[in-house]
């Protein structure tokens, strides 16, 4: 197959004369390529953060919250107001509210969660990540997560105290609170510190009498058909069950979260990006070296009739080739060690007894990744644009180079 002119120069160009690859050239896609491979590999990294989140967040939590200012009295006409919206699966109602937990002589603050187990299971991910005994819940029994029942070396059938804040306030010399005492009938672990070290799944009767409410429920849960476009159901909600009544999707619950991400997503983005703009650098260098050493060819192809046009795409090319090998090379080790970045982790653990991603810190049990197409083309995009940028000084000083003074000493 025979290429343009312009190309087949470009290539005669980059390859030097005595050996098979230029070392200049080979720095350069050097350059590109590990400037390529750490753009994939951190937003990649970045995004499946959010991804994993947005699973743990709903794998714990529904889609859609109602609740009311107080308790909420009259839970069962809305519960059957809700289910009748389109869109909606599932309706369940929760006590929720933070207690205090003893484990023999241990006790830590936790949150305990009071739910009707039938419909928990339409609007919860936790039934399908049960690790240890089962998902049983009834007034003496519950569920615990998984790094809980490590930190107090709680097992199934064990007993534990559960403390209301109230207890505290209301006792006094003639009143006297006793804990809610439940067995652990199973234990859970959705890979989510936050929920797998802090909470509590249990009854609402429990949860009624240890909080003392006597009827009512704090909110009802909503799982929806689909959760990215919730804002039409949720819409929907507020018309059925009428005034008064807080509608909050997951995505106003946890609008501060995603909107960090996103930020700490564009500025690491961008800061990396200056890496590909070092290795433009190198490019820049590279094809400031190819003009000098063929000035005499370039004044030649523009005595015999060669544009400066002509001669302008040629190096041009240059650049665009360094860059596109960079790119390919560039994905090729960025998804490489994203598919062993566990592994990798794990190894430098073990030998720097040292553990880089504390589990209590991240909130999560592994590094996640998720490689979308639009930050494929992003970094496409711009490692081209930054390329191209780098040849246009060495392309411009070539294409005006003057054939008299490139030819006065042939």
């Not at 609008?255 to 590909?276: D, M, Q, S, Y």
């Not at 015999?304 to 994905?331: D, E, K, N, S």
């Amino acid at each position: 197959m025979r290429l343009p002119f312009s190309i087949y120069l470009a290539l005669k160009y980059l390859k030097p004369k005595r050996t098979f690859l230029s070392v200049v050239t080979v720095i350069s896609v050097l350059g590109v390529i590990l400037g390529v491979a750490v753009m994939i590999i951190v937003l990649s990294v970045m995004t499946g953060f959010d991804d994993m989140w947005r699973e743990k967040i709903l794998a714990f939590n529904a889609h859609i919250s109602v609740q009311t200012y107080g308790i909420l009295e009259n839970e069962r006409e809305i519960l059957e107001a809700v289910e009748k919206v389109d869109g909606v699966v599932g309706a369940a109602p929760y006590i929720q509210d933070a207690v205090f937990l003893q484990v023999g002589g241990q006790v830590a603050p936790a949150v305990v969660r009071g739910v009707e187990p039938d419909r928990e299971m339409g609007v919860s991910q936790v039934p399908d990540h049960m690790i240890e005994g089962e998902f049983l819940i009834d007034y003496d029994h519950a569920v615990i997560g998984r790094d809980l029942a490590m930190k107090f070396g709680i097992l199934v059938d064990d007993t534990i105290l559960l403390y209301s804040p109230q207890m505290f306030q209301e006792a006094g010399e003639d009143v006297v609170y006793l804990p809610q005492e439940v067995e652990v009938s199973g234990i859970f672990e959705l890979g989510m510190w936050d929920f797998d070290v802090g909470y509590v799944l249990t009854h609402l009767d429990t949860t009624r009498d240890l909080f003392r409410v006597e009827e009512g429920v704090h909110g009802i849960q909503v799982m929806t058909e689909d959760p990215l476009n919730i804002e039409p159901v949720q819409r929907a909600i507020m018309e059925s069950v009428g005034e008064g009544m807080v509608i909050r999707s997951w995505k106003e619950l946890n609008r501060t979260l995603f909107a960090t991400l996103e930020v700490e997503k564009n500025i690491i983005f961008l800061i990396v990006l200056c890496i590909a703009v070092v290795a433009a650098f190198s490019i820049c260098n590279t094809l400031i070296t190819v003009v000098v050493q063929k000035t005499r060819e370039i004044g030649l192809l523009k005595a015999v009739g060669y544009a400066p046009g002509h001669i302008l795409r040629v190096f041009l090319c240059q650049g665009w080739l360094l860059g596109i090998t960079g790119t390919i090379f560039g994905f090729g080790l960025g998804l490489v060690v994203l598919r062993y970045r566990n592994d990798l982790l794990s190894l430098l653990n073990r030998k720097l007894d040292f553990e880089l991603l504390p589990k209590e810190y991240y909130h999560l049990a592994e590094i996640p990744s998720h490689t979308t197409v639009n930050d494929v083309l992003l970094i496409v995009v711009s490692v081209m644009v930054i390329c191209t940028v780098a040849a246009l000084v060495p392309a411009y000083r070539a294409a005006r180079l003057d054939p008299a003074n490139a030819l006065r000493y042939e």
